[in-house]
C-alpha cells in the first residue's frame, strides 16, 4: 500500500478493486493543512474516465506490470507504436502516455508497461538528453539571480513540441539534460 502522495503519473492502482492508470496529477493544499490530490485517471478495464480527489494520506494498492524494453517506431494516428526486440509491435494511446509524449523521438529505448497481456503505457529513463530546437535570446542585463526563460526541445511530432525551463546561458543547438520525473533542466551535456 502506497499513499497517495507517492503515487505518480503512469502508476496502476486499484479503486474499488478496479485498475486505473493515473493520467494527471494536481497538488493542492499546503503542509500546514494538508495536500490533497486530483487525479484524472482511466479504468484499464474499460477506459473509462475518473476524476476524484484524495487526502495525501490516503492509501492505495499500487499494481505491479509486467515491463519489456522497447524502441518507440512511428505515430499511427491515434496510436504510438513501439517495438520490441524480437520486431512484436505494441500500439499504446496518446493519453496513456502522459508525459513520455514530451520525449518521445525516434529509435527511443524505454520500457513498454504491460498488463493482462495488453500494453498500456511506456517508461521513460530516469534523465535523458534532448537537443533545444528554439529558445528566446539571453536579456542582457537581466542576469541577477536563478533567472529562467523558455525553451523548446526536440521530439518525434513537431506539433506536439515541449517548453521546458533552462538557465539563460543555455542557447539554441545545445543539448540538455532533463529530469523526466520532474520535467526540470539538469545540466548542459554540449554546446
Not at 39 to 57: C, H, I, Q, S, Y
Not at 58 to 69: A, E, N, Q, R, T
Not at 75 to 94: C, G, H, R, S, T
Not at 160 to 183: A, C, H, M, W, Y
Request: proline content about 4%; overall charge negative; aromatic content about 10%.
Amino acid at each position: 500500500m502506497k499513499p497517495a502522495k507517492e503515487v505518480r503519473v503512469g502508476n496502476i492502482i486499484m479503486v474499488d478493486g478496479k485498475p486505473f492508470i493515473v493520467l494527471r496529477s494536481d497538488v493542492n493544499g499546503s503542509s500546514r493543512t494538508g495536500f490533497t490530490y486530483k487525479w484524472k485517471m482511466k479504468n484499464l478495464l474499460t477506459n473509462a474516465p475518473l476524476e476524484n480527489v484524495f487526502r495525501g494520506d490516503d492509501k492505495f494498492d499500487v499494481v505491479v506490470l509486467d515491463k519489456k524494453p522497447v524502441t518507440y517506431s512511428y505515430f499511427a494516428d491515434p496510436l504510438y507504436v513501439f517495438m520490441d526486440e524480437e520486431y512484436n509491435q505494441y500500439e499504446i494511446e496518446e493519453e496513456n502516455l502522459g508525459d513520455a509524449l514530451n520525449y518521445l523521438k525516434d529509435g527511443m529505448e524505454c520500457e513498454a508497461v504491460f498488463y493482462d497481456g495488453k500494453a498500456i503505457s511506456v517508461e521513460l529513463p530516469i534523465t535523458i538528453a534532448r537537443e533545444i530546437v528554439y529558445s528566446e535570446p539571453a536579456v542582457k542585463g537581466n542576469t541577477s539571480g536563478n533567472v529562467l526563460k523558455d525553451a523548446q526541445i526536440e521530439n518525434a511530432i513537431e506539433a506536439k513540441r515541449f517548453t521546458i525551463q533552462v538557465p539563460l546561458f543555455v542557447s539554441q543547438g545545445d543539448v540538455i539534460e532533463i529530469d523526466t520525473r520532474t520535467n526540470e533542466y539538469k545540466r548542459v551535456v554540449r554546446n
